[in-house]
């Protein structure tokens, strides 16, 4: 989607080192989300941002740290990267509380050797 | 607790084989019922909202239709490039506008 950039798009890493992944919007919505895609779990919630420097967890925030210094960047970062975490992240945005959907972007495919 | 549980998992028909895929949820205070679709290597793109039983919504091929404990996305007459991954979630009064995801259909379509 145009309005919803992530980075990197494919990132190997290995297990112990930090990651961090990028989230930008220019569509200035308020709320942004961090969701990880599993085979057999679906889309989880990692941690979601409802303004600058407002965040939260989701069902799935062990290991995870989020960051939202502008409106239109959301950070995610694996402090200590472990092969449990190679997943499919997806970054979403909303410009109200998800009342009306999210827009996604196409995904960090990551892995943890 | 939300839930939210899809059927059938996967789904194989032929061209021009219409068939339904199931959405089966528990919410509290259901704010919204949310279909998307994904291909393979790509976010998931919106294609619904639905938010009172009864109601129903129509995109081409698709239609969603939602009561009070369960939403189905009817394929009539689907072409191969309806093939895809078909995702439900809902939000309630009690998540805060947090959306659940179901684990999706995969739905192919041979020509």
């Given amino acids: 989607d145009a309005g919803i950039t992530q980075s990197p798009r494919h990132k190997v890493t290995e297990t112990g080192t930090p990651v961090t992944l990028r989230c930008h919007q220019t569509e200035n919505h308020r709320y942004m989300y961090w969701y990880r895609q599993d085979p057999g779990h679906g889309l989880r919630l990692i941690h979601y941002s409802y303004g600058v420097k407002d965040t939260d967890k989701g069902e799935v925030s062990d290991g995870y740290s989020v960051s939202r210094s502008k409106t239109e960047d959301f950070l995610l970062t694996l402090e200590s990267a472990t092969s449990s975490q190679t997943s499919v992240y997806f970054c979403a945005i909303s410009e109200y509380q998800g009342d009306y959907g999210y827009t996604f972007g196409s995904g960090t495919r990551l892995t943890v050797v | ?111």
């Fill in chain 2, 1 to 111: 607790e939300d839930q939210v549980t899809q059927s059938p998992e996967a789904l194989r028909l032929q061209e021009g084989e219409s068939s339904s895929l199931n959405c089966s949820y528990t919410v509290s205070g259901l704010r919204g019922l949310f279909w998307y679709r994904q291909d393979p290597g790509k976010g998931p793109e919106f294609l619904f909202t639905l938010y009172s039983a009864g109601e129903e919504k129509e995109k081409e091929r698709l239609k969603a239709t939602l009561t009070k404990k369960e939403s189905f996305l009817h394929i009539t007459a689907p072409k191969p490039e309806d093939s895809a991954t078909y995702l439900c979630a809902v939000t309630g009064s009690g998540n805060t506008g947090k959306l659940i995801f179901g684990q999706g259909t995969t739905l192919q379509v041979k020509p």
